[in-house]
């Protein structure tokens, strides 16, 4: 048996498992609550539409007693695949130069973590990333390298962009000549997938995969395969993940200051809003600047909290499955 299967402080079967107190929340009226919701039992929450799918696969694993290592693995690849996805793994938008790069990072209870940057080609990437935590010394591989490895260990490959992705592109490319002498990035077109779960052993893990932002630069990474800017678990405290504008969630170190603030005391929502408030203080154009949190500290509560209106999650437990608005600063 795994470690972490060892590891009973919660020991809750699922069968037994009661969510207690798991209130829907209207968006932008959580300023005074101290949190959303508290699951008792194993819980999963992930950011986006796309996370009740992945929420569901990510569940098939808990409920047979598996670990939270392996139903975030699990439940991002149903992303990843989904070819009408536009934001994570092989149906996700080119960057500027046509090409589709792929980010993803997975960590789990015992700070043990692996990521993939740059990576063309490879259709699960959240998979690589979890090789290389799992079989080499190394926290990050990137582009090529990341690539060779892949390909080493037997990992699916895949032509990407996908024809219908490649047809988008070229009209995008017609219309938005002048966009090339300047690096803007589309916001319309992004939407990472960060799943987090609680196992009911009381192990947390978290997976956070993307394609980035449409049509970035050539070479550019976001906060997503980031360790402690798009996802970061401390088995002591919590765990958190991010999704929006991933160079201001870089500047604040995002995931890993929700989870220092969750380990002052603050309650997922308040340590997400705390880190949202830091970033908007520290730019002065809050145009476009989406950035989400979303975080579960190790009591099972949850919270999350954005710039902007519109941030949803999936939240699965034994006995819900639904979307969550998160609350917000200000309406776009
Ligand atoms: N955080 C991602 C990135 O910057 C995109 C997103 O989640 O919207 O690549």
């Known amino acids: 048996m795994a470690d972490q299967q060892r590891r009973k ?15 829907p929340l209207k968006a932008g009226e959580l300023f005074s609550q101290s949190f959303e919701g508290k699951a008792n039992g194993p819980v999963i929450i992930s ?76 259709a699960h990437p959240i998979s690589v990333a979890r090789a290389v935590m799992d079989k080499t010394q190394h926290v990050m591989l990137v582009g090529a390298g990341a690539k060779k490895f892949a390909l080493e260990h037997g990992f699916e490959t895949i032509k990407t962009p996908i024809p219908e992705v490649k047809a988008e592109y070229k009209k995008w490319k017609k219309e938005n000549a002048d966009l090339f002498k300047k690096p803007e990035i ?44 798009g996802l970061f678990i401390d088995s002591e405290v919590g765990a958190a993940t991010a999704t929006g504008l991933g160079e201001a969630i870089i500047r604040i170190a995002g995931s890993h200051t929700v989870v220092e603030l969750m380990r002052n005391g603050h309650s997922p929502m308040e340590a997400c809003k705390m880190a949202v408030d830091r970033i908007i203080a520290k730019h002065k154009d809050l145009t ?7 975080a579960i500290d190790k009591n099972g509560n949850v919270g999350s909290y954005s710039v902007y209106n519109g941030f949803n999650y999936a939240l699965k437990t034994a006995t819900e499955e639904k979307m969550v608005d998160a609350p917000f600063n200000r309406n776009w």
């Not at 192990?203 to 800017?229: E, L, Q």
């Open 186 to 229: 589309n916001h319309e077109n992004h939407d990472t997938i960060g799943l987090l779960a609680m196992d009911q052993y009381g192990n947390f893990s978290g997976a956070c995969t993307t394609s980035g932002w449409a049509y970035k630069m050539h070479g550019r990474v976001g906060d997503s395969p980031i360790i402690g800017a």
């Open 288 to 294: 476009n600047l989406q950035c989400c949190f979303l």
């Open 9 to 23: 402080f919660l020991k809750l079967g699922l069968a037994g498992a009661a969510l207690s107190a798991v209130q």
């Open 47 to 122: 950011t986006w539409n796309h996370g009740l799918a992945a929420n569901a696969a990510a569940w098939k694993v808990l409920e047979k007693g598996g670990l939270a290592i392996d139903a975030v693995e699990a439940g991002v690849k149903v992303t990843e695949s989904d070819l009408t996805n536009r934001s994570v793994g092989i149906g996700g938008m080119p960057d500027r130069d046509g090409h589709v790069t792929l980010d993803a990072c997975i960590m789990d209870n015992d700070s043990r973590c692996g990521s993939v940057a740059f990576l063309e080609g490879i």
